[in-house]
């Protein structure tokens, strides 16, 4: 399936934003406008929050990619934005909401809840929009994936093998099933860790990146609460991409 493409814009710096569905399935693509070869590719994690609310700040990822030759895309999150309601996923969260309200520890039963179906539908979603994005003249490989819920990122790097290195972001509740699947990622990894992330176990995040089986993996702790990322963060992650993909 080609991707359908419903909207375009030039932005300042010479990247071309194109909004995109798959059948319902929404997403935007952005682009070197001047490229002259096919460039590898980035796919943003599906924004936990939703394209629309969290636009901002994937622009300003896509627009880095660009000013560093890759084509960048993202799709939504399945439940998300103006995607239609997912019971499940509602009533796991709003089980997460009153344990930690309560000040209780979060149990296995509602991380798995809540994260395990989202990965299981997340992941064959983004692997379509490979296929599609692929399948585009100005876009060819090697392809990178960057940020996102690190438990859908974790499966990706494990079943996708056109994923050819991965920068993701600790913060997330992880299942104790993708810890196993951790131990199965091989390609290069870039990790990047808000130290004093509220919304995030540290100790569980260390524990992750142990786990996974790449021979080069980094680890970027930086202080901070979940969005002081600090603007060096994502030098690092830039140059990252531009060492295993081009």
Known sequence: MAPHFTSEQRLADDVLERRFTLGDLPGILWTPASAAAPVPLILLGNPPLGLHKMYPRLVARARRAAADGFAAATIELPGSGERPRWAAAEQARAELRQAMEAGEPVSDGIID??????????????????????????????????????????????????????GLFAGSLVPRAVFEEARQVTIPLHVLLQWDDEGNDRQAALDLFDAFGSKEKSLHAHMGGHTGVPQFAGDAAARFFTRHLK
């Not at 997340?122 to 100005?138: F, G, K, R, Y």
């Not at 392809?143 to 093998?161: C, N």
């Open 113 to 166: 809840a809540l994260v395990l179906p989202l990965v299981d539908k997340a992941v064959p979603e983004l692997q379509t929009a490979l296929d599609a994005l692929l399948s585009l003249p100005e876009i060819g490989g090697p392809v990178g994936y960057s940020g996102g819920v690190i438990s859908i990122g974790v499966r990706l790097a494990v079943v996708e093998p056109r994923i050819a290195a991965a």
